[in-house]
């Protein structure tokens, strides 16, 4: 039986003869702009913990995993609080629910951050619950008992109940209100190098990605759309794509044809053999060239102020040494191993879905919308993720399964190609900046004055949304530097197109601190200053941002002098609560820049699981030297003129940089870390190559300009 609880509390147990002890909890979710939510300050529990009489701990997570390890740092946490057998701990994955977990988005590097303090009060509460069980059975003083490694121990005797040995009884008591946590110094179990839990599934194929997915009586769909942005079906004729050998039939839906089949070949060859007249609509002539010359006329216009203090326009004058520069980045795809994937079984009463998402609540929205079925009649499942990046957010994938199998009213997996992928993605945003600063007589920076132009992922989605002109959002990395700078203005000016974009890993700030710290690097110059220097002498406001500055100098040996040849660029930020800095070592040989070494040091609070943190600053790394090296979608004829990694091409494993992670622990306020490894590795790659060649990079991918 659920006891009741009000509004503000966080915590709920159940409890009854052979059920164990059942608690469940809240996440909050501060995150809701990119996944789509609206907060909601009712409970709504999105974690659940079961200790069943077999003394088995298993926590329900309603995070999507896709590498990032909610599935090993969630169960960390509450074990370390819960004085648990790390060997008993098992994590299952929540369906989607529209109010039952609360937030199941997973973005924005939110999953520790937003959790840290509930995942521990939860664990400590179901210890004290235990404790307070065991003491009870023995008629002792409570405060004679303790936790250990999976049971209580009573101190003076040594007798010791297992937890599943008090899993039932322990339900049965009152919840604690503030049960005590453990100080840091303490912790057994975070901090400490923990396997993920899936790895071993993922290593022997036992893993179910949303491509794994089958159903009973399921047809493969393939969908062909307009190349074009916002172009649609004009006519088709199907008669040669019904001859394929194994398609079965095939549908219309409101953006493209899809032909289902009895295995995905036959329906991709059955897709190819389709006649289709299109209607490519008012954006087939737009190209890279036309959306670059509108963002270099919008330059002329006075952006909207998103932060400034004292006088920028004196203070640039007035300065010993002034700098001015553009900077422009391309497009960029997402371009996940799995492309984008969805299983739909939609009934005359049900909708069930089977899909590798990112914000699993609002692919039951859209189910129900389609289905016309309330949402409690949808039921998500989700799978794991490979990758996201930011991609999985959308659910544009899951909306066409749902309408091809309520056309064609047999359960559908669809599958997009790697064309699909890369031709029908969000992007991440083009942009333009333009920048000016200056350097009194002592090398002090005095002025900064940055000028962003370029599209609104906020304004695509809900056109009229500002209408003032400025969405703050897209000034992230640009607007709270973290820099001292006595006279400053960013402004924006919001400039958009009809390609598609979202949130790409890091959103804005992937492109706002590589422009922030390459034109620091920029004024470095001017004053005459060693680069390191410059920055640590105008962050003593950023104290924690100061030390792994420090820190990433002191181990990539920045005083060292390099080989003849070698370049070497540093770069910092502070984003999603964490502060990273990265020392890039670089060589420019005919042309080709290589990447030996980036030595990256990082400050997140406590690390929870620093093997998981390690690789995803590896991960990140990877990510961000592809897209800053080589990554660009130019736009042709209304649409995407790369459709596959021929023309799109990834980092590979002999181009890889050796990765050096050093975590400084500061047990401040735990930070994200899925995404503030990516922003400073372009900037600390740039920097470097000026160091090693004397020129400058402003304009990304570097491979076409070096």
Same mark, same amino acid.
């Given at each position: 039986?659920?006891?009741?609880?009000?509004? $503000?509390?966080?915590?709920?147990?159940?409890?009854?003869?052979?059920?164990?002890?059942?608690?469940?909890?809240?996440?909050?979710?501060?995150?809701?702009?990119?996944?789509?939510?609206?907060?909601?300050?009712? /409970?709504?529990?999105?974690?659940?913990? $079961?200790?069943?009489?077999?003394?088995?701990?298993?926590?329900?997570?309603?995070?999507?995993?896709?590498?990032?390890?909610?599935?090993?740092?969630?169960?960390?946490?509450?074990?370390?609080?819960?004085?648990?057998?790390?060997?008993?701990?098992?994590?299952?994955?929540?369906?989607?629910?529209?109010?039952?977990?609360?937030?199941?988005?997973? =973005?924005?590097?939110?999953?520790?951050? #937003?959790?840290?303090?509930?995942?521990?009060?939860?664990?400590?509460?179901?210890?004290?619950?235990?404790?307070?069980?065991?003491?009870?059975?023995?008629?002792?003083?409570?405060?004679?008992?303790?936790?250990?490694?999976?049971?209580?121990?009573?101190?003076?005797?040594?007798?010791?109940?297992?937890?599943?040995?008090?899993?039932?009884?322990?339900?049965?008591?009152?919840?604690?209100?503030?049960?005590?946590?453990?100080?840091?110094?303490? @912790?057994?179990?975070?901090? #400490?190098?923990?396997?993920?839990?899936?790895?071993?599934?993922?290593?022997?194929?036992?893993?179910? /990605?949303?491509?794994?997915?089958?159903?009973?009586?399921?047809?493969?769909?393939?969908?062909?759309?307009?190349?074009?942005?916002?172009?649609?079906?004009?006519?088709?004729?199907?008669?040669?794509?019904?001859?394929?050998?194994?398609?079965?039939?095939?549908?219309?839906?409101?953006?493209?044809?899809?032909?289902?089949?009895?295995?995905?070949?036959?329906?991709?060859? =059955?897709?190819?053999?389709?006649?289709?007249?299109?209607?490519?609509?008012?954006?087939?002539?737009?190209?890279?060239?036309?959306?670059?010359?509108?963002?270099?006329?919008?330059?002329?216009?006075?952006?909207?102020?998103?932060?400034?203090?004292?006088?920028?326009?004196?203070?640039?004058?007035?300065?010993?040494?002034?700098?001015?520069?553009?900077?422009?980045?391309?497009?960029?795809?997402?371009?996940?191993?799995?492309?984008?994937?969805?299983?739909?079984?939609?009934?005359?009463?049900?909708?069930?879905?089977?899909?590798?998402?990112? #914000? !699993?609540?609002?692919?039951?929205?859209?189910?129900?919308?389609?289905?016309?079925? !309330?949402?409690?009649?949808?039921?998500?499942?989700?799978?794991?993720?490979?990758?996201? /990046?930011?991609?999985?957010?959308?659910?544009?994938?899951?909306?066409?399964?749902?309408?091809?199998?309520?056309?064609?009213?047999?359960?559908?997996?669809?599958?997009?190609?790697?064309?699909?992928?890369?031709?029908?993605? @969000?992007?991440?945003?083009?942009?333009?900046?333009?920048?000016?600063?200056?350097?009194?007589?002592?090398?002090?920076?005095?002025?900064?004055?940055?000028?962003?132009?370029? !599209?609104?992922?906020?304004?695509? *989605?809900?056109?009229?949304?500002?209408?003032?002109?400025?969405?703050?959002?897209?000034?992230?990395?640009?607007?709270?530097?973290?820099?001292?700078?006595?006279?400053?203005?960013?402004?924006?000016?919001?400039?958009?197109?009809?390609?598609?974009?979202?949130?790409?890993?890091?959103?804005?700030?992937?492109?706002?601190?590589?422009?922030?710290?390459? @034109?620091?690097?920029?004024?470095?110059?001017?004053? *005459?200053?060693?680069?390191?220097?410059?920055?640590?002498?105008?962050?003593?406001?950023?104290?924690?941002?100061?030390?792994?500055?420090? #820190?990433?100098?002191?181990?990539?040996?920045?005083?060292?002098?390099?080989?003849?040849?070698?370049? $070497?660029?540093?770069?910092?930020?502070?984003? /999603?609560?964490?502060?990273?800095?990265?020392?890039?070592?670089?060589?420019?040989?005919?042309?080709?820049? *290589?990447?030996?070494?980036?030595?990256?040091?990082?400050?997140?609070?406590?690390?929870?699981?620093?093997?998981?943190?390690?690789?995803?600053?590896?991960?990140?790394?990877?990510?961000?030297?592809?897209?800053?090296?080589?990554?660009?979608?130019?736009?042709?004829?209304?649409?995407?003129?790369?459709?596959?990694?021929?023309?799109?091409?990834?980092?590979?494993?002999?181009?890889?940089?050796?990765?050096?992670?050093?975590?400084?622990?500061?047990?401040?306020?735990?930070?994200?870390?899925?995404?503030?490894?990516?922003?400073?590795?372009?900037?600390?790659?740039?920097?470097?190559?000026?160091?090693?060649?004397?020129?400058?990079?402003?304009?990304?991918?570097?491979?076409?300009?070096?």
């Amino acid at each position: 039986m659920i006891s009741s609880v009000n509004r $503000r509390n966080f915590l709920k147990v159940a409890g009854g003869a052979g059920a164990g002890l059942v608690l469940s909890f809240y996440l909050p979710s501060k995150n809701h702009e990119f996944l789509g939510e609206s907060p909601n300050e009712s /409970f709504a529990p999105n974690v659940w913990l $079961r200790i069943d009489p077999s003394g088995t701990v298993t926590i329900t997570v309603a995070k999507s995993e896709m590498g990032q390890g909610p599935h090993t740092y969630f169960p960390m946490i509450v074990a370390e609080e819960l004085e648990a057998d790390w060997k008993s701990i098992k994590v299952e994955q929540a369906d989607a629910h529209p109010d039952k977990y609360g937030s199941q988005g997973t =973005g924005g590097s939110t999953g520790v951050r #937003t959790s840290w303090e509930n995942l521990r009060k939860a664990g400590a509460t179901a210890r004290e619950m235990l404790i307070a069980a065991a003491a009870t059975r023995w008629n002792v003083d409570r405060l004679s008992c303790y936790a250990e490694n999976g049971s209580v121990i009573h101190k003076p005797t040594k007798r010791s109940f297992t937890y599943g040995q008090l899993a039932d009884d322990a339900g049965k008591v009152p919840v604690p209100q503030n049960p005590p946590v453990k100080d840091p110094k303490d @912790f057994k179990i975070v901090g #400490t190098w923990v396997p993920q839990l899936p790895t071993a599934d993922r290593s022997t194929g036992k893993a179910k /990605f949303g491509i794994d997915t089958k159903v009973p009586g399921m047809l493969y769909a393939s969908l062909v759309r307009c190349p074009v942005f916002g172009g649609n079906v004009a006519s088709f004729d199907a008669t040669k794509a019904k001859a394929v050998p194994g398609v079965r039939t095939i549908v219309q839906i409101d953006n493209g044809v899809a032909v289902l089949a009895d295995s995905t070949w036959a329906a991709m060859q =059955g897709r190819d053999a389709l006649d289709i007249k299109w209607d490519n609509g008012p954006n087939a002539s737009l190209d890279s060239d036309k959306i670059r010359k509108m963002f270099e006329e919008y330059s002329s216009k006075e952006g909207v102020v998103g932060e400034s203090e004292g006088e920028i326009a004196k203070a640039l004058t007035a300065g010993a040494k002034s700098v001015e520069a553009v900077y422009e980045l391309p497009y960029i795809s997402h371009s996940p191993m799995e492309p984008m994937n969805c299983v739909a079984d939609v009934k005359s009463g049900s909708c069930e879905i089977w899909v590798p998402s990112q #914000t !699993p609540q609002s692919a039951q929205d859209v189910a129900a919308q389609i289905t016309g079925l !309330p949402k409690e009649k949808v039921t998500v499942h989700v799978t794991m993720l490979g990758g996201g /990046f930011g991609r999985r957010l959308d659910n544009d994938y899951v909306e066409e399964a749902v309408k091809i199998s309520k056309a064609a009213s047999v359960p559908v997996q669809l599958l997009w190609t790697r064309e699909d992928d890369m031709m029908h993605d @969000f992007y991440r945003p083009a942009s333009r900046h333009h920048l000016s600063g200056a350097v009194d007589g002592s090398g002090k920076l005095v002025a900064w004055n940055h000028k962003m132009i370029g !599209p609104s992922i906020g304004e695509q *989605r809900s056109p009229g949304r500002f209408k003032d002109g400025m969405d703050r959002s897209a000034l992230n990395g640009a607007t709270e530097m973290p820099y001292s700078i006595p006279n400053y203005a960013v402004s924006y000016v919001m400039a958009n197109t009809a390609v598609p974009i979202g949130a790409w890993r890091s959103v804005y700030r992937s492109q706002n601190i590589f422009v922030v710290e390459s @034109f620091i690097d920029e004024l470095a110059h001017a004053a *005459r200053k060693d680069p390191l220097e410059f920055r640590l002498q105008m962050l003593d406001k950023s104290p924690r941002l100061k030390k792994v500055v420090e #820190t990433v100098a002191e181990k990539a040996g920045w005083k060292k002098p390099l080989p003849k040849g070698l370049g $070497r660029g540093i770069a910092c930020a502070s984003c /999603f609560g964490s502060h990273v800095a990265e020392v890039a070592e670089v060589s420019v040989e005919k042309g080709k820049v *290589r990447v030996h070494r980036m030595v990256v040091a990082v400050d997140c609070g406590i690390a929870v699981a620093p093997n998981t943190l390690e690789a995803q600053i590896e991960g990140a790394i990877v990510l961000a030297l592809t897209a800053a090296l080589k990554g660009e979608i130019t736009i042709e004829n209304g649409r995407a003129k790369q459709s596959n990694f021929d023309a799109y091409p990834l980092m590979t494993i002999d181009e890889m940089p050796k990765v050096e992670v050093h975590i400084v622990n500061s047990y401040e306020a735990l930070g994200g870390i899925g995404e503030p490894g990516v922003p400073p590795a372009a900037p600390a790659v740039c920097n470097a190559i000026f160091s090693a060649t004397g020129k400058r990079i402003r304009r990304l991918p570097i491979v076409k300009l070096v």
